[in-house]
């Protein structure tokens, strides 16, 4: 039950007395993490409940929304709290408390821009909303969300204009802005119930690092205090985990390719302190309250998608922020692991966030919230949709947005029309997303995905199930993206000789046409159609994911992007098809599925192979008795059109009279020729191994190309580029390193990069055969991980 | 002794004067007052809906609601006012449909549905001949009678509504209705004499002088520097659809120099919503304020 007469922090009295939650403004509110800002929302929202009100909490996890709702169910008892999230709703789970009824909604920031987008739907409660808290506002500036974030922000205020929102964070570099975007007051603290202090480690080589740990480690444990530390991947967070447990610290790992109930069983065991050190990856940074002492930062840099940069600020004091348990322990630890020679880490302590940037910088993400405000009818002019922008975040921090060229484009792709009826002003006309522009926002894609789907199979005259899994898997909208390792290339040429392909056997430059991706996205496309493939084969996650070098729980986030990519796929290959392209808005039922494209989306989603898919065709079946009928021997429409309804009811669960129209549908069925190709005869993709002659390595090679060499004293070398900085001394031709390759015994990367920047001859002939390109006919995975993306 | 504030008591909530009450449609005629109706109560007391689209109604407004009789349509081509058994019908053509409104109709669905109702009344533009500016007027006040006889609610607040062409017939009817049990009184068909505003002054003035401190309502007249005459001369609502009407055309009442281009329909929610702000007096948050 929530205390009435609560007592607040010092913190949060300062936001009583200046009675900033009363102002009848928008708030932004930036205190240390752990300081009580969520539980500060919660009492700015039982107060406006108390008046009748309703309010909205946006938590940017399924997992913290989860956890969030059944705290708050138990909380406000008698005031319903519902909780909204791709978990829920469509196909999946019914909503626990629906939107009509819930009094407290709790949502995703995907799930609010869902809302805005057909907000008609949503009118029976948008106007009651008096509080939008949005936790964790700094997420505006993440690449791919913060834009539909911000477009749900703006939406959400323009249809409620009573509406405040509440915008929380412990790190933003530019809290005056966003309150000026908001319209709004703002609030700074340094408050914390424990305060944190910063120490750095200076290692001198990376091969100590480990051991450097595990001595902090064993130290803070020592003293009765639990760890966490944040690393930079996944396999470093199980490798290290491991190595600690060997030196006998009881370590567990924690990232997000582990499932929810791993994941739920690790923080547990942590909490109880069961376990007293946790090796995670960034998925611990937000929200969740873990009994911590010391926070190490073990990498100062991570991945953002193309390269290995030093972490922001705002990321460090995120990870920082979690040390010091309200009392229990004296002081939070915040340690950091740093290389001697460089003395970059030394400004985090110091704590200037970056700048929060809006994401519609990205035009990208502009001309999805075009399309958005275009079909939600909140925006259908040029004049109403300059209007919208230039309220937006990105105007406010000058930005210059391509609003006219964006529609423009959007007009020429056909994803936006003009209404010839409705005119606006003199030459400017009203403007509608046309059949192709809704499939965007029906699947919440971006229109780049439905451009580039459209032109790979408008361009295609026949495709496999691969061809086109690896044409959606090339979308940025499908997640996550799978890495590809260097180790694994041989693995995957194997596997991709055995598949059948139209798309790859025509020359490197056709299909390079019709895909989207270069490099190592494009292997990753590769590994994704495989992985998915090889699920509808077998069924078992745990099996595919272990050969695959990745995790299951990975697998199902790329069924449920798969699931919407293939949904659009089917609606974009009839609408593609059709004849009366004259009438392009006569309008495509939504459910519509291209029986080829369907069966492929059947067999992904419930993991069955094909023919047991086509069962689903049937009305009535769905994979759980296609799976049943299959191990009853009845494999395929065909098989089921010859079998015995009488025979079909003893299997359990369904009357001989169904069983009798099941039968009768296989037999008008097994003659639909769901593939059309199927008199043809799609080759085995064409791939080359690596036929690399020369003595080095072309793996470390290229990678020694990409890294920066600055000569730090006569014979020394700080290398820096790659996964962490090293160092390389000596001399022509003998060279050390730090690096563990180096301790291998192999020619590593940064030697070989201080031996280019030396001027090398003998690397000269290799960087050339590097450089010069891939073979024409064959798909050369080797190159592909050479080739920029 | 301090003055007894000036109130009404309606089923759904207490209406303080002076009131100013927005009018508002149901229906898909207008999409604007769809979109504001669900913040009507952050903004005002009470919502005026006439008749006609009273029966378009699928949710009522969680604010005490208005219901005129619709008799405003006698203004309309093609209709007209007869006599049935001594009381006021009204023959009004919609397109193709020909609609009979009787007391009867008009009272039954305001039993049904409102707090506070208005007889069925029939407005006497400025240039109507005396005779039948005579009938109607005759019909107004049998209807309202009738009304007050026949009301069987207890709790619907029934106010009488006054027709009239001069100061005197609006004195002598106010005289008239006044001897009746009604909860208030309100004058109509001032809407085309607006513009002579010492008349319409004159005429409340008539009208205040018979109803003792009974409630007075004007139809229509809804300008914030109007009502505040009004209010003055003894007024205590008034209402009007002017804030929906200015905000669908870009155009806000406190500047009038104002006038946003290709409103989109979010830019017209706000404009309304500052709008009714700037004629109920409320005070909006800046940030609630866009222009
Ligand atoms: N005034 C208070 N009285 C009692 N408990 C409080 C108060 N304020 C915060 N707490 C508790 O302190 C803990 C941290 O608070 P909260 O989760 O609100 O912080 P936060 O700033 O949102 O943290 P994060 O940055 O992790 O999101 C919670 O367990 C919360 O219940
Ligand atoms: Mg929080």
Not at chain 2, 203 to 211: D, F, G, L, S, W
């Amino acid at each position: 039950m929530i205390d009435l007469s609560p007592q607040f922090n010092p913190a949060q009295q300062l936001v009583m007395d200046h009675a900033l939650l009363d102002s009848g403004f928008s708030c932004v509110l930036q205190m240390p993490t752990g300081s009580g800002k969520t539980w500060m929302a919660r009492e700015a929202i039982r107060r406006s409940v108390q008046c009748g009100f309703r309010a909205v909490y946006l938590s940017p996890l399924r997992a913290l929304a989860d956890e969030l709702s059944s705290r708050w169910a138990d909380e406000f008892r008698g005031t319903p709290v519902g909780v909204f999230t791709g978990d829920y709703g469509g196909t999946r789970k019914s909503h626990p408390v629906s939107y009509q009824d819930a009094q407290v909604l709790i949502m995703t920031p995907e799930r609010l821009d869902a809302c805005t987008r057909c907000w008609r739907g949503h009118w029976s409660w948008i106007p009651e909303v008096d509080w939008l808290v949005v936790d964790e506002i700094h997420l505006l500036g993440n690449r791919g969300r913060g834009a539909r974030l911000e477009g749900a922000i703006s939406r959400f205020r323009r249809l409620n204009p009573f509406c405040r929102v509440l915008a929380l964070s412990a790190t933003l570099g530019n809290r005056e802005e966003l309150a000026d975007w908001l319209e709004g007051i703002e609030f700074q603290s340094d408050w914390r119930p424990v305060s944190l202090k910063w120490r750095i480690v200076h290692f001198r080589k990376a091969a100590e690092k480990p051991g450097l740990l595990a001595q902090e480690l064993a130290r803070t444990r020592d003293a009765g205090g639990q760890s966490l530390v944040f690393v930079q991947s996944r396999r470093r967070s199980e490798q290290l985990a491991a190595f600690l447990r060997e030196q006998g610290l009881d370590a567990l790992h924690h990232h997000a390719g582990l499932d929810h109930s791993r994941r739920r069983v690790v923080e547990n065991a942590f909490r109880e302190s069961s376990t007293r050190i946790l090796v995670a990856t960034g998925t611990l940074e937000m929200g969740l309250n873990l009994p911590v002492r010391q926070v190490v930062l073990y990498d100062t840099q991570g991945f953002d998608g193309t390269d290995f940069v030093p972490l922001a600020v705002n990321t460090v004091w995120q990870r920082a922020g979690r040390a010091g348990r309200p009392g229990l322990d004296p002081v939070g630890e915040a340690l950091l692991i740093a290389p001697s020679w460089n003395s970059s880490a030394e400004h985090y302590p110091r704590g200037r966030f970056e700048r929060i940037r809006s994401g519609l910088r990205d035009p990208q993400s502009l001309a999805e919230q075009i399309l958005a405000e275009v079909h939600s009818g909140m925006a259908r002019s040029s004049t109403q949709l300059h209007r919208v922008f230039d309220g937006s975040l990105a105007k406010l921090q000058g930005d210059r947005l391509p609003i006219d060229e964006c529609i423009g484009e959007m007009l020429r792709a056909g994803m936006l029309a003009e209404d010839e009826q409705e005119q606006v002003n003199e030459g400017e006309e009203r403007l509608r997303a046309t059949p192709l522009g809704r499939i965007a926002i029906r699947h919440l894609l971006r229109p780049a995905t439905i451009l580039d789907l459209r032109r790979f199979l408008c361009s295609v005259t026949y495709f496999t199930h691969f061809d086109l899994l690896v044409a959606a898997a090339c979308a940025d909208d499908c997640e996550p993206v799978l890495s590809v390792d260097f180790e694994e290339l041989d693995s995957l040429v194997e596997r991709l000789k055995t598949i059948d392909s139209f798309l790859f056997e025509g020359p490197r430059e056709t299909w390079h046409r019709r895909l989207p991706r270069h490099g190592k996205r494009l292997l990753s496309a590769l590994k994704t159609a495989v992985v998915l493939l090889d699920w509808s084969r077998t069924g078992d996650l745990e099996s595919v994911a272990n050969e695959h070098c990745c995790y299951p729980f990975e697998i199902l986030r790329l069924i449920e992007s798969m699931d919407r990519l293939l949904m659009a796929a089917a609606t974009i290959h009839k609408l593609s098809h059709r004849t009366d392209t004259a009438a392009p808005d006569c309008s495509v039922e939504p459910d519509y599925q291209d029986p080829g494209i369907g069966v492929l989306r059947q067999m992904i989603i419930n993991g069955v192979n094909e023919p047991a898919a086509k069962l689903t065709l049937i009305d009535g079946i769905g994979a759980k008795w296609a799976r049943k009928l299959v191990a009853a021997g009845i494999t395929d429409l065909s098989s089921l059109a010859v079998s015995h309804p009488s025979w079909i009811s003893t299997l359990g669960g369904v009357s001989e009279k169904r069983a009798t129209t099941w039968v009768e549908s296989a037999k008008s069925l097994a003659t639909l020729n769901v593939r059309p190709y199927e008199h043809l005869l799609p080759s085995p993709i064409p791939v080359v191994p690596a036929d690399f002659e020369s003595g080095t390595d072309p793996y470390r090679l290229r990678r020694a190309l990409e890294l920066n060499v600055q000569a730090v004293e006569s014979g020394v070398w700080a290398v820096s580029g790659g996964l962490e900085p090293h160092r390389v001394q000596g001399m022509r031709p003998d060279f050390t390193c730090d690096c563990q390759d180096h301790a291998k015994g192999n020619v590593c990367k940064h030697v070989l990069a201080v031996r280019l920047q030396c001027g090398d001859d003998s690397l000269q002939l290799p960087v050339q055969r590097l450089e010069k390109g891939a073979s024409d006919e064959h798909l050369d995975l080797f190159y592909l991980w050479f080739e920029r993306n | 002794m301090p003055e007894k504030p000036r109130q009404l008591e309606t089923a759904h909530g207490i209406i303080r004067f002076p009131a100013y009450i927005p009018v508002t449609t149901f229906g898909s005629k207008y999409p604007l007052d769809a979109l504001i109706q669900p913040y009507l109560p952050r903004l005002s007391q009470a919502v005026m809906v006439s008749h006609h689209y009273a029966k378009l109604m699928k949710q009522r407004p969680r604010l005490p609601l208005l219901i005129d009789s619709g008799g405003f349509a006698t203004l309309f081509d093609g209709s007209e006012v007869f006599e049935h058994r001594g009381l006021g019908h009204l023959r009004v053509c919609l397109g193709n449909e020909v609609e009979v409104l009787t007391p009867l109709d008009v009272l039954e669905f305001q039993e049904e549905h409102a707090d506070v109702a208005f007889t069925l009344d029939f407005p006497i533009p400025p240039k109507l001949p005396i005779a039948e500016a005579k009938r109607r007027q005759a019909l107004t006040i049998a209807n309202a009678v009738w009304a007050i006889q026949n009301r069987r609610r207890r709790d619907l607040r029934l106010f009488a509504c006054i027709q009239a062409w001069s100061v005197e017939s609006a004195s002598l009817c106010a005289a008239e209705l006044a001897r009746h049990p009604f909860d208030g009184f309100a004058i109509g068909g001032l809407v085309p004499r607006a513009r002579d505003v010492d008349l319409v002054l004159a005429i409340v003035a008539a009208v205040r002088e018979k109803i003792d401190d009974r409630p007075l309502h004007v139809f229509g007249l809804g300008k914030p520097e109007t009502t505040a005459r009004l209010f003055n001369a003894g007024v205590d609502s008034v209402d009007s659809s002017s804030y929906v009407k200015l905000a669908a055309d870009g155009c806000l009442w406190e500047n009038t120099n104002f006038r946003l281009q290709d409103p989109s329909p979010a830019d017209r929610l706000r404009l309304a919503i500052q709008n009714l702000a700037t004629a109920t007096r409320t005070a909006l948050p800046l940030a609630t304020q866009a222009f």
